[in-house]
């Protein structure tokens, strides 16, 4: 019955699954908001993804030590970045069209891997939840917010920093200047091959992690096309968010607590049926591009590139 999602015991859960299921939007949303922000488009996130989870899992699975299946997913993550960096910024190709290149390689490579190198799903323990003294145990509260795993409060902390970055950095006014005016920043010295280079990395090494943050701390497992869409749900938080690291958190709060409920709904056997329920996060995305694109400013620059005047 539907009042069954009502008790005390049900709501918890599904507050704290929305508080986790949000780590890996955050980790790759942040760093799609410093690409855009700089001016590239990344449709990319979703491949990006993917090899960064292939790649914590197998080296964690191969050597039982999970921040080196972190570190791969990382390195994994910046090479992608690179990759479409290169593409990109050199090669000037529509970043559209790139970043869909870059998800299907992704999406074949660790397809391909994973049936080479690992031929069934296998499992790792993953990160254990950390305890934080004399926040956990609070009641309710503690459940909420301070029963997770090391990823996730990461992934909380880097809204902040990616915040100060932004705002309060001369990076931050690099990149923030590279997205709106490329022209003029390059007239006072700033190289915006070099800013929109460093952002991309930076996106692709995030979304590394995010995918890492699925294998390892999240599910404990690799499975094929296991990001399923959660790639280009974190390119629409972007949009959502505005361009801002608080309302990309606010916007993966949102996605995260609906996936949360659509999960909680299948546990219980509300008779709703589970293809809806499934679908509601992609719904929610929809939805929100519809309602927020033309209400909000994109930086100037996205998706234009840049040829160097002489």
């Given at each position: 019955m539907i009042s069954e999602l009502f008790t005390a015991t049900v709501l918890i859960g599904i507050l704290a699954s929305g508080i986790r299921l949000a780590t890996p939007y955050l980790y790759a949303a942040i760093g799609e908001t410093f690409g855009q922000r700089s001016g590239v488009l990344n449709l990319g996130?979703?491949?990006?993804?993917?090899?960064?989870?292939?790649?914590?899992?197998?080296?964690?699975?191969?050597?039982?030590?999970?921040?080196?299946?972190?570190?791969?997913?990382?390195?994994?993550?910046?090479?992608?970045?690179?990759?479409?960096?290169?593409?990109?910024?050199?090669?000037?190709?529509?970043?559209?069209?790139?970043?869909?290149?870059?998800?299907?390689?992704?999406?074949?490579?660790?397809?391909?891997?994973?049936?080479?190198?690992?031929?069934?799903?296998?499992?790792?323990?993953?990160?254990?939840?950390?305890?934080?003294?004399?926040?956990?145990?609070?009641?309710?509260?503690?459940?909420?917010?301070?029963?997770?795993?090391?990823?996730?409060?990461?992934?909380?902390?880097?809204?902040?920093?990616?915040?100060?970055?932004?705002?309060?950095?001369?990076?931050?006014?690099?990149?923030?200047?590279?997205?709106?005016n490329p022209e003029a920043a390059d007239s006072l010295g700033i190289s915006v091959a070099g800013v929109r280079y460093?952002?991309?990395?930076?996106?692709?090494?995030?979304?590394?992690?995010?995918?890492?943050?699925?294998?390892?701390?999240?599910?404990?497992?690799?499975?094929?096309?296991?990001?399923?869409?959660?790639?280009?749900i974190a390119v629409a938080l972007v949009y959502f968010g505005g361009w801002r690291p608080w309302g990309v958190l606010g916007g993966a709060l949102l996605f995260s607590l609906i996936n949360s409920l659509q999960l909680w709904i299948q546990v219980l056997n509300i008779p709703i049926p589970s293809d809806i329920a499934i679908m509601m996060p992609y719904i929610l995305t929809i939805l929100v591009l519809v309602l927020t694109v033309s209400r909000v400013r994109a930086p100037s620059a996205l998706t234009k590139p840049f040829t160097r005047s002489e």
């Open positions: 996130v979703e491949g990006q993804m993917l090899l960064g989870a292939f790649a914590a899992f197998y080296v964690s699975l191969m050597t039982g030590n999970l921040w080196l299946g972190i570190l791969a997913a990382a390195f994994v993550g910046a090479l992608m970045g690179l990759g479409m960096a290169y593409v990109t910024v050199n090669l000037q190709a529509e970043q559209g069209i790139s970043g869909i290149g870059f998800y299907l390689f992704g999406l074949g490579l660790s397809d391909l891997l994973f049936q080479k190198l690992m031929g069934s799903v296998q499992t790792v323990k993953g990160f254990p939840k950390l305890v934080i003294p004399g926040l956990t145990n609070i009641p309710v509260l503690g459940e909420i917010f301070f029963n997770h795993n090391i990823l996730v409060y990461g992934a909380y902390l880097l809204v902040p920093l990616a915040w100060f970055v932004l705002n309060k950095t001369t990076l931050g006014l690099k990149i923030r200047s590279v997205g709106e460093f952002t991309i990395i930076l996106g692709g090494t995030l979304s590394g992690i995010a995918g890492a943050s699925l294998s390892t701390a999240l599910l404990n497992v690799f499975q094929q096309n296991m990001t399923s869409g959660l790639g280009f």
